[in-house]
């Protein structure tokens, strides 16, 4: 019996070395992988690539020859929305893509794809890749909170030694909400309870997990505040979640609480945060994501001196690319094998 030939088409940067690693995942997969048609990366895991990069028109028709020939695509067509719509509309071949980011349900929706296609169409996200890389940044906006190190750097600027030392916060035994309790979240919260936190959180359906103190969905969360010492949130932007933490939560939280946002920035009301920020509600807030990106110039968050901006780039680690490359042999094995592919993109939720 003759093999069936699946054509795996490489629609973003990547190394050599991973594409290689696809190949070997099955004799009947035929990689279309040209190099020389791809941006060249400016950093590990650079998937957009250089945005100086120009194909030829002569390149640009065989970029999307090569990816109209495809079943499968690692990566959306130029890491964008725009990308993902025009192949699911030339590419009557395509079965399946594997996205770059683990909150890919935000460029399914801005693509604009139509209910037929998004049922025929499936989209894996790379959920789960960036969960320890995410922990430890969490890990990070914790200690800077309790350990007051924006202060630090304040008075080392000024070359200030204070007479009257001010003491910080243990976070051994200190309680640990976390909005989100996925592979992100858990994995938060396995980080935390190694730094002797305990540790509560929200998920929207609700059970029991091993080593969180309680579960709630984000109904309950106002009743879980009043405990934390620090919350972080790492809920994707969907309608549900659009301005979770509005005044009301952030009230509900007690004087001084460390706030960490690795999720998506809708999820936050940025005029309710600095308000909760100035009246020393939160305490502190480490912010990868915002509402807005690039953070606009005159947003009061980049010059608050209780606030760490990070330009959404806590999840990127040297070894991205190689682990979205074994996330997606194993799926390409599970696809080759006719089964159930996992991290699928809701298509009415968009996460």
Same mark, same amino acid.
């Given at each position: 019996?003759?093999?069936?030939?699946?054509?795996?088409?490489?629609?973003?940067?990547?190394?050599?070395?991973?594409?290689?690693?696809?190949?070997?995942?099955?004799?009947?997969?035929?990689?279309?992988?040209?190099?020389?048609?791809?941006?060249?990366?400016?950093?590990?895991?650079?998937?957009?690539?250089?945005?100086?990069?120009?194909?030829?028109?002569?390149?640009?028709?065989?970029?999307?020859?090569?990816?109209?020939?495809?079943?499968?695509?690692?990566?959306?067509?130029?890491?964008?929305?725009?990308?993902?719509?025009?192949?699911?509309?030339?590419?009557?071949?395509?079965?399946?893509?594997? @996205?770059?980011?683990?909150? %890919?349900?935000? =460029? &399914?929706?801005?693509?604009?794809?139509?209910?037929? !296609?998004?049922? $025929? /169409?499936?989209?894996?996200?790379?959920?789960?890749?960036?969960?320890?890389?995410?922990?430890?940044?969490?890990?990070?906006?914790?200690?800077?909170?309790?350990?007051?190190?924006?202060?630090?750097?304040?008075?080392?600027?000024?070359?200030?030694?204070?007479?009257?030392?001010?003491?910080?916060?243990?976070?051994?035994?200190?309680?640990?909400?976390?909005?989100?309790?996925?592979?992100?979240?858990?994995?938060?919260?396995?980080?935390?309870?190694?730094?002797?936190?305990?540790?509560?959180?929200?998920?929207?359906?609700?059970?029991?997990?091993?080593?969180?103190?309680?579960?709630?969905?984000?109904?309950?969360? @106002?009743?879980?505040?009043? %405990?934390?010492? =620090? &919350?972080?949130?790492?809920?994707?932007?969907?309608? !549900?979640?659009? $301005? /979770?933490?509005?005044?009301?939560?952030?009230?509900?939280?007690?004087?001084?609480?460390?706030?960490?946002?690795?999720?998506?920035?809708?999820?936050?009301?940025?005029?309710?945060?600095?308000?909760?920020?100035?009246?020393?509600?939160?305490?502190?807030?480490?912010?990868?994501?915002?509402?807005?990106?690039?953070?606009?110039?005159?947003?009061?968050?980049?010059?608050?001196?209780?606030?760490?901006?990070?330009?959404?780039?806590?999840?990127?680690?040297?070894?991205?690319?190689?682990?979205?490359?074994?996330?997606?042999?194993?799926?390409?094995?599970?696809?080759?094998?006719?089964?159930?592919?996992?991290?699928?993109?809701?298509?009415?939720?968009?996460?």
């Amino acid at each position: 019996m003759t093999e069936v030939e699946t054509a795996v088409a490489i629609a973003v940067p990547l190394e050599a070395e991973h594409v290689e690693r696809i190949r070997a995942v099955d004799p009947s997969v035929t990689v279309l992988y040209e190099p020389e048609l791809l941006p060249p990366e400016r950093y590990p895991a650079d998937h957009l690539g250089d945005p100086a990069f120009r194909r030829t028109p002569e390149q640009e028709e065989r970029y999307w020859q090569l990816l109209n020939r495809a079943q499968v695509l690692y990566g959306f067509p130029n890491d964008s929305p725009e990308g993902l719509a025009r192949i699911a509309a030339s590419n009557p071949h395509l079965q399946w893509i594997q @996205a770059m980011a683990a909150g %890919a349900g935000g =460029a &399914v929706k801005a693509s604009g794809l139509d209910k037929e !296609s998004l049922r $025929k /169409l499936r989209i894996t996200t790379s959920a789960g890749v960036h969960a320890l890389p995410l922990a430890e940044f969490s890990a990070l906006g914790i200690l800077n909170g309790f350990k007051r190190t924006a202060d630090l750097a304040r008075d080392q600027a000024d070359k200030l030694w204070p007479e009257v030392r001010t003491p910080t916060r243990l976070v051994s035994g200190s309680h640990l909400v976390i909005t989100g309790l996925g592979e992100i979240g858990l994995e938060t919260a396995r980080v935390a309870r190694a730094l002797g936190m305990s540790v509560s959180g929200t998920k929207r359906t609700v059970e029991t997990l091993d080593g969180i103190a309680e579960v709630t969905d984000n109904e309950g969360l @106002a009743g879980l505040l009043p %405990a934390a010492d =620090a &919350v972080v949130n790492t809920l994707p932007g969907t309608a !549900s979640t659009e $301005k /979770l933490f509005d005044r009301k939560i952030f009230s509900a939280m007690k004087p001084g609480t460390v706030f960490i946002n690795v999720g998506r920035g809708s999820v936050v009301d940025e005029a309710a945060l600095l308000e909760a920020l100035d009246s020393g509600q939160v305490s502190y807030a480490c912010l990868d994501v915002f509402a807005v990106e690039p953070l606009p110039a005159e947003s009061p968050l980049w010059s608050h001196p209780n606030v760490l901006v990070s330009p959404h780039s806590s999840a990127l680690s040297a070894a991205e690319n190689g682990l979205i490359t074994d996330r997606f042999c194993t799926n390409l094995r599970i696809f080759l094998d006719g089964g159930d592919l996992p991290h699928l993109v809701d298509p009415v939720h968009f996460y």
